[in-house]
Each structure stands twice: as C-alpha cells, then as structure tokens.
C-alpha cells in the first residue's frame, strides 16, 4: 500500500461534565475536556484521535496542545502516513497526549483506508471482544453492594483503590470483600504510591492473596519494590514507575508481573506496541488504561487490548461511567463485563463537539 496523503485535518473540542469529581495530584477536576482531531483521504476516508492531557497528570495543558498543533499543522498535513503507523517515528517531538492523538488518529485513518478494524492490522487474530475490569474507589460505604451490582452485570475483575485509609481499616474492608465473595471475582489492588515499606508489608501479609491478580504500585519508595517483591506472595504491577524500571536494552526486572500501559501518558503508539511486546516475552501482563478519556479513545484502547492482551486479561477502561456524556455516538459502554469490537466504529457526536481554527 502506498503511504497514505493527508489533505484535511479537523479539530474538535469537547467538554464533558463528571458524574463524581476526579482528584488527580490534589487537583480536584470537575469537567473532563478534550481534542478530536480527525485527518481525512482525498477519498474521504477518515481518521480520528482524542488529544486530553489529564490536569495532574499531562506536564502539558489543553492550551498548550492548540498552540502546538497550529505551529507544526503543515508538516503534519504533509506527512505521508505509512503502512507500518503503529511502529512509525513522528518527525515531531511532541508532548504525549499530542504524539498519542496524533498517532490514533492516523492508524485509524489507515484502518479507514485498508477497509481492516485496527486490532487486527497489529495481530491478525485478535479476539471480537474484551474483558473489562470494573473499577471501586476509595468511598468504603457501599463496597458490597456495588461488587454484588456488577457481578450482576458480568464483571468478574474488580480493581479496587487502596491506601486512601489506616491500613487495618483497608485490612478489615479486603477482609469483608474476600469473605462476601471468596473466589468468584479477581482482585486488582491498586494503592497509587500510598504505603511507606511497612505499611504495604502489613496490608499484604494480612490479607488472603489467592484470588489477587496484583498489587499496584504499593510503596511511596519505588526503590524498595524489589525488597517487598522478595518478601511478599501477592505480584507485582507498576505504573507510575514503568518509566523508572524500564530501560530500553534490558528485560523488565523479573519480579514484576504486571505493567499498566496509558497510551495517552506513553506518548507515540510505537512506545506502548514496544512495552507490550517486551511484556509478552517476559511473560508478563500488559494491562491497557484510560486516563478518564472520551469513548473514542476507549474504544481505541479496547481495540489495543484485544491485540496486545488477548481476550482474558480485563482492560482497565471503565472510567466511562464518570461522562456525563460522550464525544461518539452511540456512546461507549460495556455489556456483561466485555467491550465487543464488532460492527461499524462510533460517529462523532457533534451535538456536544465546537469546531476548533487551525
């Protein structure tokens, strides 16, 4: 296939107010707001990509993304897109949100041209549907009962945020969790950094690890994670401490069992393709995250788990319960705990999207 010209590029922003409020580096974050930017064929073929740094979380600001991408929009519309985008070099150094936008928007454009769905031009036998991981945060009043409402609805993993609490107080609520369900769901604990060395030993040697997929990010002190890896039974997930672990030459350390992949925090789409990719050799699990994105980028991401992940390893992309809204129609939502990725992809809502100059 000959590289693909672009000959238009437009933008979208939307605004979508949240169910719950989001705290993200002590901002307290009201409304989640983004870009669509979409590169079209002269044959009218399209592509889009969602470009929403997260306050707290993105060095880079919306405001920031616009002035970028008006300064490099001709190289951009002048850059043919290969065959090959999902290994493809930008040849912009652009902030991560931008570069993974980018990136989205041509590989979708590609899938438009090829007449293929994007999982299957990275693994041509990826499954039709996902798993999806339901996600409970640190509001301990109705844990129970919100477990026992998705178990109705098909979920069978359940992430859970840790270390909001004393830890015996988190000891006790794991307890009541594990005691109510035994061994009909999986635990992922994810306690963002939270624990000192020996708070998290005492959390972990205290609670049944059996049906615990992992802990993520237990310890203020990355550095210590090897340590408490030798001491504890329950793995190992990294996050915000990929970037420190991971060195380009050399193999993860050996006592990480899974990463969490954020396409939109790693940058360039090549970056995400090639952690997944040392993961799977190591034997170790990739675990594909939203940051709180619209539903074009979720569907994206589901795509990117079902061929990176495979069918059984539940993607962490339930935040779409947190939209008021969405900038895609029909808007995205699971069913029975998976993402099905068959039928025709999503059309851009443009009840709630304003048309952006560049």
Known sequence: MEPVSIKNIN?????????TPLVVADQKILNRSGFIIEL???HGNAGY????????????????????????????????????????????????????????????LISAVKGEPIQYII?????????INALLTRNMDNDVEQIKSWLQQGYTTIKIKVGGNPVDTEIDRI???QQTFKNIIVLRLDANRAWSFKDASTFIQNINTDNIEYI??????????????????????????LTLFNQEETPLPDWVRAIIL???????LSNTLLLADKAKRQNIKSI?????????????????????????????????????????????????GKYGLAGNAPELNHSILQRMLL
């Open 288 to 336: 594909i995250t939203s940051v709180f994105d619209s539903g074009l980028a979720l569907q994206f991401y589901a795509r990117l788990s079902a061929a990176l992940s495979g069918p059984d390893t539940a993607a962490g992309l339930d935040t779409w319960r947190w939209l008021n809204g969405d900038a895609i129609t029909p808007p995205f939502k699971t069913e029975n």
């Open 175 to 177: 307890h009541k969790i």
């Open 11 to 19: 933008l979208y922003r939307y605004d979508l107010p949240l169910i």
């Open 40 to 42: 079209s064929d002269k």
């Open 49 to 108: 990509g969602d470009i929403s740094p997260l306050p707290g979380l993105h060095a880079e600001s919306l405001s920031d993304c616009l002035t970028i991408l008006k300064n490099n929009i001709s190289i951009i519309k002048n850059t043919p897109i290969p065959e090959n985008i999902p290994n493809h070099q930008q040849p912009l150094s652009l902030p991560p949100s931008v570069a993974f936008g980018l990136d989205m928007a041509k590989l979708g």
């Open 262 to 268: 954020k396409p939109a925090v790693l940058g360039p």
């Open 216 to 241: 993520e990010e237990p310890l203020t002190n990355p550095l210590q994670l090897q340590e408490l890896a030798d001491q504890v039974a329950v793995p190992i997930a990294l996050d915000e401490s």
């Open 123 to 131: 693994n041509d036998s990826a499954p039709d549907s996902i798993k």
